[in-house]
Structure formats: C-alpha cells, structure tokens
C-alpha cells in the first residue's frame, strides 16, 4: 500500500529530530516510525521522554503500533530533495535544498515528486485548490 523504503540498511541511521510534515512533495521514504510514550502506557524505557522504532514497511510498523500500548499510527520519514514552502497561506515557495520531515503516511498517497511536479504547481494555470491537506 505504502511505498518501501529507500534502503533497508539505513533505517535507525538517521536524526530523531526533523521536520514535521509540509512541503507538499516527496522523494523517498527513509524509515517508518513508531513513537512511543510513556505517559499514555509504553514502556518507560528513556527515562520517561518519547521514542520511536523504525521500520522498513509500513505493515510492520502498523502491527506495531496496534500491539504496543502507548504507541502512535506509524509515520513516514521522507526526504525532500526539493519541496514546497508555505511560509503563509497561498504563498508558495520552491525550495531547491534537501530537507527530512516526518510525514503522515496518507500524504504517500500523492505521486513521489518528478522534474514537472513543483514548476506545474506553481504554475500560473495550476488548479486553485492546489493539493490541501
């Protein structure tokens, strides 16, 4: 249902702390997270801060969360090599730097972004309802 991600071997290796959500477009998926927290039931295994296990399917990681007690849906963590910036409403800007940003997975439901996807969106002729969230 959810795309793999980009390379199984690299899941775990990346920052805990990223971006959240935005941008409008995506590159690859690096991991599915799962957060965990202790104040609504997870093991208390950080000293009582949140934390995560990572996947590298969405299946497992749903899976996971539905059998962990204090565990969030899973989350995507995607990379952005260019994205979409919303610093205000309606206002877009084409952003040409690379970025990590948890997502949720139902934004993977939108085609992973190509040469076209960000200029089209842009684009004077562009539909006004654009891609809301």
């Known amino acids: 249902m959810y795309p793999k991600v980009k390379d199984i071997n690299e899941i775990g290796n990346y920052p805990a ?5 935005g941008g409008y477009v ?6 599915y997270r799962v957060w965990c927290h202790p104040e609504n039931g997870a093991e ?5 801060d949140d934390y995560f296990y990572v996947f590298g399917e969405y299946t497992e990681a749903l899976e ?3 059998e962990t007690n204090g565990a969030e849906e899973p989350i995507a963590l995607i990379l952005q090599n260019e994205y979409i910036d919303e610093s205000e409403f309606g206002k877009y800007t084409h952003m040409k730097e690379k970025r990590l940003t948890e997502w949720p997975v139902e934004f993977l439901t939108r085609p992973k972004r190509n040469k076209n996807t960000i200029p089209d969106f842009l684009s004077p002729n562009a539909p006004d309802n ?3 969230y």
Do not use: C, Q, T
């Open 44 to 48: 208390d295994i950080e000293n009582g």
């Open 64 to 66: 996971f969360s539905k």
């Open 17 to 21: 702390l990223v971006k959240a959500g």
């Open 130 to 132: 654009h891609w809301r």
């Open 26 to 31: 995506w590159d690859e998926v690096l991991e």
